[in-house]
């Protein structure tokens, strides 16, 4: 069965530079979830879409940005860059016509490392 | 304190062995509840999820939710080294919302 995928899966940057991640949802889903997951940490929400549209905000900094595309693919874009955002980035996905859960999807996650 | 409490372990047994996994919340508005399964610098892959209290089985995992107590529970029946693993718990409130996880379970099962 097709995944989450997520692109880069892998990425270094500097600090102050920017970063653009990428997520390809399951087909069909509707709904795109971004997490963040530092080192031994639980994975903390930052932002969803539905149907293109922010539906949920969460711990996100306001020097990162994100959108929800015709294709349902959503972009996580990071400027300046800071040594603590060095992390797992995952993005998970749902459709909201499957059922009554509330089962998310994830992908195998971005990392990032800021020098 | 968090909202979701997880004892991280780390948890070592023999094979054959049932684990135990346990989580308990703060918030008597969660009524979603799912179990999740990561390896190193892998994603979270879904393994279970219930909807308000009772338990559900699927193979060796069964999954069980109080909300009387606020307390869930994954038991592993006859764990295999490809069992270990950190299994992480997660919840919320409302379908489609953000998932509040638990800080995880790192499980080792030995041969």
């Known amino acids: 069965a097709a995944g989450v995928i997520q692109s880069p899966r892998h990425l270094i940057k500097e600090k102050r530079e920017t970063a653009t991640l990428k997520c390809y949802p399951i087909p069909r889903h509707d709904t795109v979830y971004w997490y963040q997951q530092g080192p031994g940490q639980d994975p903390q929400f930052l932002i969803s879409?539905?149907?293109?549209?922010?539906?949920d905000k969460g711990s996100i900094p306001d020097r990162f940005s994100a959108q929800q595309f015709s294709d349902y693919h959503s972009e996580l874009n990071m400027s300046s860059l800071e040594l603590g955002d060095s992390a797992l980035y995952f993005c998970?996905?749902?459709?909201?016509?499957?059922?009554?859960?509330?089962?998310?999807?994830f992908g195998p996650g971005t990392r990032l490392t800021v020098l | 304190q968090k909202e979701v409490e997880q004892d991280p372990g780390p948890l070592s047994v023999p094979e054959g062995a049932i684990v135990s996994l346990n989580c308990t919340y703060s918030?008597?508005?969660?009524?979603?509840f799912m179990w999740y399964r990561q390896y190193s610098r892998k994603g979270p892959e879904l393994l279970m999820y219930t909807y308000s209290s009772g338990n559900k089985e699927d193979g060796r995992f069964t999954a069980q939710v109080d909300k009387s107590s606020k307390y869930i529970s994954l038991f592993i029946r006859d764990s295999q080294p490809s069992d270990s693993a950190t299994y992480l718990c997660?919840?919320?409130?409302?379908?489609?919302?953000?998932?509040?996880f638990g800080k995880g379970t790192t499980l080792s099962v030995s041969s």
């Open positions: 879409f539905y149907e293109k549209m922010q539906s």
């Open positions: 918030n008597s508005a969660f009524q979603y």
């Open positions: 998970a996905s749902r459709w909201r016509g499957s059922s009554s859960y509330n089962e998310q999807f």
């Open positions: 997660a919840m919320s409130a409302v379908a489609g919302t953000a998932l509040i």
